[in-house]
Each structure stands twice: as C-alpha cells, then as structure tokens.
C-alpha cells in the first residue's frame, strides 16, 4: 500500500505539493523514496519557504498523542508545528535542537519522527519535563512502584502524623513555609508530604523522576488541582479562599493511571535523545553539528514560568528565595544589571527609544531582552551545520501600550548575526491550547491577553 501510495502521489502530485502532504499530514507516509526526491529537487531555502507558506494554525488537532500531556506547561505550541518542519527539512537519524525546550515539544516528535533530538533549559521543571517524556520505561516496572507509592502514602499519611510534621519543619525554612502555608491547607501538605516521601523509597531514578513528574502535575494544572490557586498552569495563580482541594493521593493514583498511558504509547518508538541542564546564551554543542532548530523563546515581558514552577520545586528541596535567583537568570526577567552596548538592528533601536520616552525602566528591560536574545542566535548560527533552517516561534509584546513587534526585531537581529530571513509568517492561536494567563471576573483584557492571540513563525537559513 505505501508503495502503491508512493507511486499515485508521484503521478498526481507535484513535487511541491508532495512536500505540504507528508509534512502536515500526519497520516501521510514520509517513504524514504520521497524525502530523498524531496531533497534532490528542492533547496532548503525552497522547501523552508513552502512549509512557511502552509497552514500553521493547527486548530482542532489532537495535540494529546504521545508524552505530549504527560504535565501542563504554559505557552507551549502544538506538536503539529515542529513536526511539520522536522518532516519537510530533515531526514531520519538528522540531529534537531531546540535550546530553549520548555515542555519539550520539538524534542519529543524528533524522537517519534526517527531523528536525534537534544534539547537546552535553565527551568528545573521543563528540565525534568522534557527529560521524562524521551525515558523509555518498563511499563510493569512503573505500574509496580506506581501502585506501591499510592499505598505507602496513605499509611504513612494514617500512622505517621508527627514524622510528616518534622519532615516539613525541618526541610524548608521560614520563607518557604510562608509560601506553603499560605497555597496549600494543612490536610493538603501531610497528603503531599507522605507523597513525596513514598516517591523518594523508589530506587529505579528513571521511574523515580516519573513519578516526580505525576506528583508535580496534580500541582501544577490546568483546573482543579490540590492548591488553593485557580488556573496555576497559565502560571499566573490566584488565591481562591472558598476553593475546595482535592485529595493529594487520589489525584495522584488518578493520574498516574493516565500518564502512563500515555508513555505507554510513546514507548513503542525508537529513542535517541539527549536533555541539558543549561543557558541557551552558553550552548554546550559543536559548532555546525545541527541539522534543525526549532524553538519558542520567551516573550519581552516574559511570562514568569517560576511563579508556578515554584509550587512543586518547593517539594523537592528547592527555598523559594533560591528560586527566585534562579528566575533572575531566566531571559526576560526583570533584573537588568549592567548592560553591555551593542547594536540590535535599525527596528529595535528604534522600538528601544519610543519606549524609553514612556518608560526608562521598560526600556532598559527591553534592551536586556533583545541582547540576551542576540546571545542565543548568535549561538543558534555557531552550532547550525551550513544550508539548514532555524525556525523561532514568538509573540509579540506590549509595553506602556507599544507594540513592540518581538518577531521584526529578532528578524533584525538573526540577519546581524548572519542568517538570512526567508520569510516570517504569521498563525493565529487556538487559546485553548496554547494556555496563556487567563482572566477571571468582569475586568478588561490584561494587557498579556490583548497581545496574545497571535504569533509569528520566522524562517531563517545558515548560508
């Protein structure tokens, strides 16, 4: 059937019209007799321009596949977005990059897809994300300490009161107990503690960490949750006095039952993979050893992915006050320091000033961005091999009522570095699955809603 598919295509479609077929259609077999013809009759330039002219939205696809739901994360894009251009720029076995990975999206189709993926982030949690979703596991193993963990919390939960009382005295200091006593009611710590403590007795890390994840994704979601924080997966939480949390361990149990479903699936593919731990200012990769990047970097005014992380990092050792240090490092934070001078394009320059008369501050801030930013592509253009595409999802910004058009300025600032900008195009967001702050009452539109509702795809080339 391939074949005969294989053969029909080649006699009724033309080659460019091949190249939209297998790259957006998931069904649509990608034979190697296709990519190779693909590959001969059209450029990297060619193809990348075709793939960006395409339909980028992705609205009312299934984006549940895989690993793909294993834990909510803000802002992260569907799956449908890099595998399009994994599958039209690359062949099996390619290495692709995303260094800026969050919930790990790219790396994960590289891996459905048969190519080599390595991905770079700063953030503890999409760290341990990204790296659970490419673990294969053995799923009996895991059903195994699965099952035991439930049991263990709960009888340690029944018999153990005074230990889970010294657990938490003596693993947090002041300040974070502040912060988990105003989030978490009491009931809810010692349901967590004898959690994170059964998890802790697994010996296997790699099941380990996946539990870890469990635990942390009855904490950090979309709705409901055992926190007294509403939508604390859109990363801005709100305190909900009257909220009612669910129960810790049956949340887990319940959970678990679904994730590992879903690495189930994921596990009947062929990995190759790596995760780093790192700065994408700093990238740890040879140079010209990438076939494709892929990646999504923060906004301008960024959205503060450690507020919510923070609400399962707590958990596992971390003290708020180093955490917010940690959130200082992040590109976007608001922790300016000294700036180095350097030219950012004609358009930032330009967008630098109009802000710097409203707001010095702001604009400083903006500045830092765009530099921290030049820093990453700069590195992007190092350690992409020549004639291969990078492709950068992003939003624009609104600062003091500016827009600061994100994508033209990181377009600028990619061809001072020496990409060539092919072409930027632009999708509009399915809201719903892109799970960006959301509002709540009868107040207008925040200013992070009125700027998102789309976003730009910039094609680039190493020439």
Not at 88 to 101: E, F, H, S
Not at 188 to 193: P, R, V
Request: hydrophobic fraction near 40%.
């Amino acid at each position: 059937m391939e074949q005969e598919y294989v053969q029909n295509a080649e006699s009724e479609l033309s080659i460019k019209e091949q190249l939209r077929l297998f790259a957006f259609d998931i069904d649509a077999p990608a034979t190697p007799r296709l990519i190779e013809r693909v590959s001969k009759e059209l450029s990297t330039k060619e193809r990348l321009g075709i793939l960006l002219d395409g339909e980028l939205n992705f609205h009312g696809e299934n984006s549940r596949y895989a690993s793909h739901d294993l834990h909510a994360f803000a802002a992260k894009f569907p799956p449908q977005l890099p595998r399009a251009f994994i599958r039209g720029l690359t062949k099996p076995n390619d290495i692709i990059l995303d260094p800026m990975m969050g919930s790990g999206t790219t790396i994960v189709e590289s891996h459905i897809e048969g190519r080599i993926g390595i991905g770079l982030d700063i953030d503890p949690l999409a760290l341990q994300l990204s790296t659970v979703k490419i673990t294969p596991l053995d799923i009996e193993r895991l059903q195994k300490a699965g099952a035991y963990v439930v049991d263990r919390a709960a009888k340690i939960l029944e018999f153990e009161d005074e230990v889970i009382e010294k657990y938490l005295d003596s693993q947090m200091d002041e300040s974070t107990k502040e912060f988990i006593n105003y989030w978490f009611l009491p009931s809810t710590q010692k349901e967590l503690t004898s959690l994170y403590r059964a998890i802790q007795e697994v010996k296997d890390s790699t099941i380990k960490r996946f539990l870890e994840l469990t635990f942390s994704s009855i904490i950090i979601t979309k709705s409901g949750g055992v926190t007294r924080a509403r939508d604390l997966a859109h990363s801005r939480p709100h305190l909900d006095k009257l909220k009612n949390p669910k129960n810790a361990i049956e949340q887990f149990a319940y959970k678990l039952r679904r994730n590992i479903s879903s690495i189930s699936e994921l596990n009947r593919t062929h990995f190759i993979s790596n995760t780093i731990g790192g700065d994408a200012k700093y990238m740890p990769i040879a140079s010209e050893s990438v076939d494709l990047i892929v990646t999504s970097p923060p906004y301008a005014n960024a959205i503060d992915y450690m507020r919510a992380h923070k609400f399962f990092l707590v958990w596992s050792g971390n003290k708020v006050k180093d955490l917010a240090e940690l959130r200082s490092k992040y590109i976007g934070s608001e922790k300016v320091g000294t700036l180095q001078p350097q030219y950012l394009g004609d358009h930032s320059e330009k967008i630098i000033q109009l802000l710097a008369d409203r707001d010095k501050k702001k604009a400083m801030i903006l500045r830092k961005y765009l530099g921290e930013m030049k820093s990453v592509i700069s590195e992007m253009h190092r350690v992409l091999r020549k004639d291969s595409a990078a492709i950068i999802v992003i939003g624009t910004s609104t600062m003091r009522d500016l827009d600061i058009e994100t994508h033209l300025c990181l377009a600028d600032i990619a061809q001072i570095v020496g990409f060539e900008l092919v072409r930027i195009s632009k999708r509009i967001l399915d809201r719903n699955k892109r799970m960006m702050p959301a509002r709540f009452g009868k107040k207008k539109e925040s200013i992070i809603e009125q700027r998102i509702h789309e976003e730009y795809v910039i094609g680039l080339i190493k020439n």
